[in-house]
């Protein structure tokens, strides 16, 4: 009989939105002990409402580290400089700090009439008088502002000057914004260097005199700042949802044209819900910063499920949405150009979106950027998308990483599932040979895998003190290659107490490899001692009768093993799907016990011993690939 709610509740997902996490975050989280349910039922997860307002509260008060170092800072309270908004040599950006220190100093809390007069205020000295209808828009109360400013001199005292193509108004506000508003709308905005790196590789030697572009999620007007000169005013579109900004926009795009037609510059910058309205245009460029991570409401989500393919999913990606739409109103041979997160390429939820952007479209550029923004753990790309109603090609696609930049010659097999696109045609030749190896065999459907032990609560079940009832359990931080590190945990193994616990014969299985979860590495070591693991460390138990574990062992810790990984997946976690896709070799018995006496020597060796095990052991793996030295020296890399 299933159990029923008698109290009220909220489900995994009501908390992870009110916590501006995605239900994936909080999924691991509940693995990882820091969230417990306090009731489980039928494989779903429910939280009472004091749980969450415990939350809030340690958000809030800072006891809650977890939540705190993530993303999520909704709750943050406090003004801040966002200095890398704008060039590092504006002259401004003392200026602003000082306007920032003095509002902080002077403790006040910054309301939208506070923040318009703050704008008005320093927007006059860099906007002539012929502008000032719309410095007017900003100001609702003139005798509220003009008694603030009288009574708060101190702000006041410095002076911004005049800076071709800065977004200095921009600067101010986001500097003044609620940071946990700004990330709670999934407004990421973006450094003027990223902007500048995406508008050089859009526009680089090509005529754009009379192509129409617009900046469906413009933000303060960055990227029209930086649009080459002789792109023509008539032609520039942009919108928000957030009235400030496009206040500013309007602003900053009468001074990028040096404008004065109110109706040009009113009807070119407009609040719009670009997602429920669209632009009701074809463009030949659309361009910037879509939001991430957006909190939609329920109606709205309903409505979006309605008219996207990338909303059909449990979670929708606010960029995913986006991107639909911009490709919908692109002219033939159009191109979308967006500064976007990496997972927009390789992670399984934005799936539909590739599916639907490989139907007729094909990505012309991409630059892997690592992580830019300010606070946020997350590597970003600039992609550029040709819309030409043709299925989707690789050949010709720029690819840039760091100081290396290729072009792909071939037309590569791509799958929606993962777009990887970091390798050369070189390497990507490589990978094709290895994958495509004879008398081979996967880990699929020929293993056992599962998760470490979720405790629910570490400091309660994990000691630092060895007693006669305790016993060792490892992280995935005392994965070495091969073989482990004991850190000084301990734990008494009691199943039932735990949140959760994989089956007790996987933990103690007379030989077992544990690998870490989060990691841009493969990393596996050798396990016969039956020893406990906690959930960042997990577990693989090899089933092929013909190859024993250690030889599978050598193969997965090889250079070969971490070349597939890095250059099919390119992910900074360890997936059991990853692992799956690994071809192992098939070898003679004679072969096995050499590569076992091998790791047998690694799992004994003296710390002066192990690289050189670990090297010999990696170049006769390569060899079983059927390497030759310049391929070994290419996975090698």
Known sequence: MTEVLTERMISLNELCEQLSISSATGRNWIKLGKFIPQKVIDGNYFFSIGYLNDIKSSIINGQNESLKSRRNKRYVSGNNLYSSYISETSVNLSTVQHIVDA????????????????????????????????LEDIINNFGYSNDFVNGNPKIFQSKLIKEKDEDILGLLYLSLKALGDRKAK?????????????????????????????????????????????????????????????????????????????????????????????????????????????????????????????????????????????????????????????????????????????????????????????????????????????????????????????????NREVNAECFNFITNDSQYLLLEKIMNIPNKVYLK?????????????????????????????????????????????????????????????????????????????????????????????????PQIPELSVKYILAVLNSSVAQFVFKNKFNSIKVLRSHIEQIPIPIVSKNIQEEIENLVDNILVSTEEEYQNLCEELDYKISKIYTLTDAEISMVSC
């Open 186 to 410: 999934g407004a990421y905005y973006t450094p003027t260097s990223i902007v500048k790196r995406l508008v050089t590789s859009l526009f680089y030697d090509v005529d754009c005199s009379r192509k129409t572009i617009i900046d469906p999620c413009c933000g303060t007007g960055n990227f029209i700042l930086q649009l080459p000169s002789s792109i023509a005013a008539e032609n520039v579109y942009a919108s928000d949802i957030d009235l400030m900004s496009v206040l500013i926009s309007r602003v900053n795009y009468a001074l990028k044209f040096n404008l004065y037609d109110k109706n040009l510059i009113y009807s070119h910058v407009s609040l719009c819900d670009y997602l429920e309205n669209g632009s009701g245009r074809k463009y030949d460029y659309i361009i910037g910063n879509p939001p991430w991570g957006c909190d939609f409401t329920l109606e709205q989500k309903t409505k979006l499920k309605e008219k996207y393919v990338s909303a059909k999913g449990t979670n929708i990606e606010s960029y995913d949405v986006v991107v639909e739409q911009a490709l919908s109103e692109l002219n033939m041979d159009g191109i979308l150009a967006f500064v976007l997160p990496e997972a927009f390429l390789n992670v399984k939820t934005h799936t539909p979106i590739r599916k639907y952007l490989m139907k007729e479209n094909s990505i012309s550029y991409i630059e892997y950027l690592g992580e830019v923004f300010d606070g946020v753990q997350c590597p970003s790309i600039i992609v550029q998308i040709l819309h030409n109603a043709r299925p989707f090609l690789t050949k010709g696609m720029i690819v840039k990483r760091g100081e290396q930049e290729f072009v792909i010659d071939t």
């Open 445 to 541: 459907d020929n293993a056992q895998f599962a998760l470490g032990i979720v405790t629910g609560d570490n400091s309660k079940y994990i000691s630092k003190i060895k007693t006669s009832s305790n016993e060792i359990i490892l992280k995935g931080s005392d994965i070495l290659k091969y073989k482990y590190e004991g850190s000084g945990n301990f734990i008494d193994f009691i199943a039932d107490e735990f949140q959760q616990v994989a089956p007790i014969e996987i933990y103690r299985a007379n030989e077992k490899l544990l690998y870490k979860f989060i990691s841009n590495k493969l990393v596996f070591a050798y396990d016969d001692k039956q020893t406990l693991s906690l959930n960042s460390c997990n577990i693989l138990i």
């Open 103 to 134: 509002i902080n100093e002077l403790n006040i809390e910054l309301t939208k009439e506070i923040i318009s007069t703050v704008i008005v205020y320093f927007a006059r000295q860099i906007v002539d008088n012929r502008y000032g209808y719309l």
